[in-house]
Structure formats: C-alpha cells, structure tokens
C-alpha cells in the first residue's frame, strides 16, 4: 500500500465573538496483492500445477473541502456550524486464474466508482461558568465504497438463480458509501481548585446503507449497500491531581 494525504487550513485568530475555519484535503492510495498456490503435484491430476494466481490493484483518490464557523450569542453560549464537501474516484482490476477459478487463462475484471456529498455538523455549548461546559452536537460522518468484480451469470458456475432469490439480475458494479449521523450529549468541568476534571457524554449514532458482503450458494459474492444500524453508548473520563508530581486518571466507557 502507498499512500499520500495533504491537508491546508486557514483560520481566524483573536477572541472574538465570530471565529471560523476553511480548509481543503486530498488524499492518493494505491493497493496492490499478488497471490499464488504452484504445486507440480497437481498437474498429473488437472493437467496444471496453478491452483490459483490472482493480481489485484486499486486506486482511490479523493478530495474535500470543508469550513466552520463558531458564535458566540452570549458570553457563555456559542454556536458552530460547519459543513465538509467531499468527493472520491476508484477504479481498479483483478485477474486471476487456476483450478480453483475454473481456468488455467487469466481472465481480468475490472472495478470502478464515484461518489461525492455533504456532512454537515452543528454544536451547542453553554458555559455555565469557568468551570463547567455542557454541549450537545450533531455531524454526518461517511466511509467510502468501491467498484465490485461482476458476478457471473451464465455458465457451470452461474450464479444467476441465487441472484434472482435476491431480486437481481446482476451484481452491483459499485457499492456507495456508509454514512452515520452522530447524537452526543456532554459535560466538562473542573473541580477541587481545578485538581480534579471530569468529563463525560451519552451518544446515539444512526448507521445507514452498511457496506456488507453478501455470499451466494454458487461461491461468489459481492459487497453491497444493505441495512441500517444504531449504536448507544456513554464514556466518562476522569483526572485528579494527588501532587505536584502524581496524576490520577481513569477512563471508562459503554457501547
């Protein structure tokens, strides 16, 4: 794997009530794997000593460009509001051959994908002194998706029957990306002539069009957009200050 990210950023400076932030992103990545299973036992069985070889390559560029800007409506209560414009390419092969594959030919598929869209996020939080903060925010995070080898459908090995059971003709060329929208609800504070800080939140996070694989009875499979999940959990974090040299902390969480 190689990969190359950059980032830029430019931001606001100063304590004014309006600050903000715009930025851009890039990121190159390239995968390569290279199998293979010789053994020259095999070829006085099935004329071949290639029990498989598989070459796979695939390249996924991707940019975004994002902006925030906070208010603060009070001395203690600001808001944020930002927003983040991605956009991905993928395209990638696999060849393989073998007796595991059905032919001793190398036979090349081809992948590729695209998508772009927009997370947006929103927080709330009021100072309800110099020691205490409570927040609430909200954001739409997303995982990229890929292009899928085809699945054949005619043939010894077609697997056009578990497809139909499924409501297909074919496989998707392509699985989109995964997106969750993030809920969490939490506090900050410091206490004990700031020796002792605690801070903790309860979060809700809605999962949708989970990449999944999905198997068929003929062999191959596919990956696929299928589902939605929720994820429940809260964490706490805790510090004191013992002495000037010893430092507590415990952290905990549940999902």
């Known amino acids: 794997t190689r990969q190359l990210s950059e980032e830029i950023r430019l931001t606001s400076n100063g304590d004014g009530a309006l600050q903000w932030l715009v930025g851009g992103f890039y990121s190159d990545y390239t995968y390569r794997q290279d199998q293979y299973s010789i053994n020259d036992g095999l070829t006085p069985l099935f004329g071949s000593p290639n029990l498989f070889t598989l ?3 695939d390249h996924l560029q991707q940019t975004a460009e994002f902006g925030e800007i906070s208010y603060k409506i009070t001395s203690g209560l600001k808001a944020t509001v930002g927003a983040r414009h991605y956009s991905y390419s993928q395209d990638g092969f696999v060849t393989q051959s073998g007796i ?6 190398p036979s090349t598929a081809y992948t590729s994908a695209k998508n772009s869209g927009i997370n947006p996020k929103f927080t709330l939080s009021y ?3 110099s020691n205490l903060l409570i927040y609430g925010t909200a954001a739409k995070g997303f995982r990229p998706g890929s292009g899928n080898t085809p699945v054949p459908t005619t043939g010894s090995d ?9 409501g297909k003709t074919n496989s998707p060329n392509q699985y989109d990306p995964d997106t969750v929208w993030s809920y ?3 506090e900050k504070a410091t206490l004990l002539d700031r020796r002792l800080t605690l801070d903790a939140d309860v979060y809700y996070e809605r999962w949708s069009n989970v990449q999944q694989q999905v198997q068929l009875a003929c062999g191959f499979g596919y990956i696929d957009n299928v589902g939605s999940a929720g994820v429940r959990g809260g964490e706490v974090e805790l510090k004191f200050k ?3 040299s010893w430092t507590f902390s415990q952290a905990g969480g549940y999902t």
């Open 100 to 105: 595991a594959v059905g032919s001793d030919t």
């Open 158 to 166: 077609s697997c056009l029957a578990g497809l139909q059971a499924l």
């Open 127 to 129: 100072a309800l002194d």
């Open 55 to 57: 070459n796979s390559k």
């Open 184 to 186: 969490e609800l939490g």
């Open 242 to 244: 013992l002495s000037p």
